[in-house]
DNA sequence: TCAAATTTAAGTATAAATACTTAGTTTTGT
DNA sequence: ACAAAACTAAGTATTTATACTTAAATTTGA
C-alpha cells in the first residue's frame, strides 16, 4: 500500500487535530477529513471512502461502535480503528463484534498508535496488548491477520428493553427517584415503578450498581 | 519572551503527544517535559521551572486543580493552563481558586490553544470564551492581564467532611447500600446510615442525584 | 383488522432508606 | 491528661422502594 487515507472521529478538536499533527508525521499517511460524531462518521466515509477510519467511541450523536457497525454493513473496504480514550477494555468484545479491525487504549504510545494504524490499513487486525490473542480466539474464529472482516451477527440490545424501558433506565441512571421520574415523564409513580420494576428484571440486576455496571457493559444508553 | 518552554501533564499519553506535536508547530513554543498525573507534575516544574504548565484536570494520584494549588503555592514564576478535557466549564471556578492562570475546554480549537499558550506565557489570563469576563469580575477583583496570580484562599472541602464521611461518600456514589458499606467496612448497618445521613446533611442535599452532583462540583471524591 | 405487545396504573406485603435523637466508646490534638 | 471531635450503634416513626399480581387502555405490526 501506497498511502494511507484516513479518516479522524473524535468530539475533542484538540484530540484530532493532535492525532493529525501526530500521525503526518510520519510519511504514507495523510488525514484526508474529520468528524465529530458518529453521524457525521458516516457521511464521510461515505464521501471519501478511507482506507481506515480512526473513530472515538464515547462521542455524541452516534457512538462509535454504532458507527463501526454501520460501515461494516455499507463498506467492506473501509477498515476501522476504534479508540477508548476514557475507559479500560470494556468496550472491546462489543468493537469486535461490531466489525472492529482495531482496538487501541488511551495508555497508547505514538509507536503503538502508529502500528496499529499501518497493520489495519493493511488488511490485519490490531487490538491492544494482552486483549489481542484471547479475545481474537474466543470471539472471530482464527482469521487474525487476513483482509477479511470477521461476520459476527452483531448483537442488538440483547435485553429487548422497550422504548420507555430505556428511557426510564435513562433517568434511574441519572439517580432519580421514581417520584421525579413519574413526574417528568408525566406518568403516575405506579407506573414507574413497574418499568423500573421490569427493566431489572429483564437485565438480572437487583441494585441500582449493577444496573448501573450492565447498562455501561452493554452501552444501554 | 523569546522562547516558552512548557510542561505537559495529561494522563493519556496520546493527548500529550498530541498537543506537543500540535504546539511545536509553531516557533517559539518548546515541551521541555511531561507528566502523567498531578505528582509528577510537581516534581518536573520543580526541576525544571517552566514558563507555562499546561495540566489536565483529571489524573490518577493527584488532580490538576490540587496540583495547581501547590504550584501557586512554591513557585510564583510559574504559569498554569488548566485543561478540562472531559467536561464543561465546571471547573473553572475551582480552577480560578487553586490560581490558574488560564481554562480551556475540550472544544478549543488549534488557533485559540496557541492563542492561551502565549498569553499565559507573557503574564495574562486566558479562561474560554463567556466565561472570561463574568468569573474573572466575580471572582479575582479586576486583575485580567496583570502578571498577578489573583490570591483568593484556597477552599479545601468547605464542608469540613471527615475522613469516614469521605469514605463513605465514596462508596454512597459507587451506588452501593448501606448494608454493603457497611459489610465493606465492618462496621454497623446503622452506623453506615449515621455516616450517610450527617454527610448528606453536610452536604445539604437530599437525594442520591443531588449528591452525586454536589460532590462532583467540589471534587468531593 | 385483530392479536400481540406496550403502556398505563392500581392493590398488597415486605424490605430498605430516611430523618432524626440519644448515647456509649475511641481517637486526636494540645 | 483531658476535652473536643469522631466513630460507633441503638431506638422510632415515616417515607420510599421492592416484588409481585392483576388488568384496563393504547399502540403496533403482519
Redesign the pocket.
Same mark, same amino acid.
Given at each position: 500500500m501506497d498511502i494511507i487515507n484516513v479518516v479522524l472521529a473524535d468530539d475533542h478538536v484538540l484530540v484530532r487535530d493532535g492525532i493529525k499533527a501526530l500521525i503526518e508525521d510520519q510519511t504514507g499517511i495523510v488525514v484526508i477529513d474529520e468528524a465529530s460524531n458518529g453521524k457525521e462518521a458516516l457521511e464521510v466515509v461515505s464521501i471519501n471512502k478511507p482506507h481506515v477510519l480512526i473513530i472515538d467511541i464515547r462521542m455524541p450523536e452516534m457512538n462509535g461502535i454504532d458507527a463501526v457497525r454501520e460501515i461494516n454493513k455499507l463498506y467492506t473496504d473501509v477498515r476501522t480503528l476504534v479508540l477508548s480514550m476514557h475507559d479500560s477494555e470494556e468496550y472491546v468484545v462489543q468493537a469486535i463484534q461490531a466489525g472492529a479491525d482495531g482496538y487501541l487504549l488511551k495508555g497508547a504510545s505514538k509507536e503503538e498508535f502508529l502500528k496499529a494504524v499501518t497493520k489495519v490499513a493493511s488488511g490485519g487486525k490490531y487490538f491492544t496488548g494482552d486483549v489481542s490473542a484471547i479475545i481474537m480466539n474466543n470471539f472471530v474464529n482464527g482469521n487474525t491477520n487476513t483482509a477479511v472482516a470477521p461476520k459476527v451477527v452483531p448483537k442488538e440490545d440483547p435485553f !429487548?428493553l =422497550?422504548?420507555?424501558?430505556k428511557q426510564i433506565l435513562s433517568l434511574v441512571l441519572e439517580l432519580k427517584? $421514581?417520584?421525579d421520574i413519574a413526574d417528568e415523564?408525566k406518568?403516575? !409513580?405506579? =407506573?414507574a415503578?413497574?418499568?423500573?420494576?421490569n427493566l431489572?428484571k429483564k437485565l438480572e440486576v437487583? $441494585?441500582?450498581m449493577e444496573l448501573s455496571h450492565k447498562a455501561k457493559e452493554f452501552r444501554l444508553v
Open positions: !429487548k =422497550t422504548k420507555r424501558e427517584n $421514581n417520584k415523564l406518568i403516575s !409513580k405506579r =407506573t415503578e413497574v418499568h423500573r420494576f431489572m437487583k $441494585n441500582l
